[in-house]
């Protein structure tokens, strides 16, 4: 068994009583204790600060090893030897060089009917293939904010590729999340056990910004509510890192004047703009035809687009 799925009790200053606390509290492992920081920790517990360093230390050691320290040689070749997570869209594809990248967030932006919410659909049923076909063989979760999940659209999409509908469903965990709180406790707890023992590979959350927009609302609430958005961002990203998963997010536009016009611009401001590793924008274009762009990315270009159409087999190439 690997080091980070030992039992609780088995880790330096955690003994049977703190091990059920831990366990009460929804902290299984010890790999999800390493998620935490000191003062999550705290508030979580009551245990005191010198013992919530020494028992936090003690995980990050056992699940990233004492010594984190690699030259860029090695990162390098560790980068190109990732497995991708294919659309199955061959531009679209193309577009992300090979597909999703595991350990990084990837936002999907646009206005309504631009396909979000159908590639989220796709990469749910894409997950579970074998590596052969552009899939990693894992389950999905799909965080539902704006009942956008469709399971007859599930069926579909399975059926194009082959797979048992019944058996696409059943390895995709959804849930209804009613409020910004609710997000983040699935997120930090729910998500995470499945994580751990539902061989769940992909996290979906469509939308991440419509609770945020919803509960906090006028400007004087605007920066707790950017600071609630980076706090769960913050754990998105944390998860994908340590368990080595791939993450989506859909997220709704803004009208923003510029001169005599006004230009559509992701939700969210900065805080979302920096948390995430690739921006995508969605727009429709002529048609049926919608079009992804590269709004921000530290690896693929700026601009760089595709196009695709939705069927009623889901995304597929022009």
């Not at 389950?139 to 590729?161: C, G, H, K, M, W």
């Not at 910004?209 to 961002?233: D, H, P």
Request: hydrophobic fraction near 40%; aromatic fraction near 6%; include cysteine.
């Amino acid at each position: 068994m690997p080091q980070e799925n030992m039992d609780l009790e088995d880790l330096e200053g955690i003994g049977p009583k703190t091990a059920q606390l831990l366990k009460s509290k929804g902290v299984l492992s010890v790999r999800h204790l390493a998620l935490f920081n000191p003062e999550e920790l705290i508030e979580l517990t009551d245990m005191t600060p010198d013992r919530v360093e020494k028992i936090l230390r003690s995980a990050r050691d056992i699940v990233f090893g004492s010594n984190r320290v690699s030259r860029a040689t090695d990162l390098a070749k560790n980068f190109e030897g990732i497995t991708r997570l294919k659309t199955n869209v061959r531009a679209i594809d193309e577009l992300l060089q090979g597909g999703l990248e595991p350990k990084a967030i990837y936002e999907f932006a646009g206005e309504f009917g631009t396909g979000k919410t159908q590639l989220c659909h796709q990469l749910s049923v894409t997950v579970q293939l074998g590596q052969d076909k552009g899939g990693v063989g894992g389950a999905a979760v799909y965080l539902d904010t704006e009942e956008a999940f469709s399971p007859n659209r599930i069926i579909n999409i399975a059926q194009r590729f082959d797979l048992d509908p019944n058996e696409a469903l059943d390895n995709i965990y959804v849930i209804k999340v009613v409020n910004a709180a609710d997000l983040e406790d699935r997120i930090k707890f729910d998500v995470v056990k499945l994580v751990e023992q539902a061989n769940v590979k992909l996290i979906v959350v469509d939308s991440i910004i419509a609770l945020y927009r919803a509960e906090f609302k006028g400007r004087e609430r605007l920066a707790e509510r950017q600071q609630r958005l980076n706090y769960i961002l913050d754990w998105l990203m944390r998860i994908a890192k340590v368990y080595n998963v791939y993450v989506v997010l859909t997220n709704q536009v803004l009208d923003v004047p510029m001169g005599y016009i006004e230009v559509k611009r992701p939700a969210g401001g900065n805080v979302l703009a920096h948390a995430v590793t690739h921006r995508l924008f969605l727009r429709k274009s002529k048609e049926d035809i919608k079009v992804m762009e590269v709004l921000d990315s530290p690896r693929l270009p700026f601009k760089a687009s595709a196009m695709f159409r939705i069927t009623d087999k889901g995304v597929e190439d022009v």
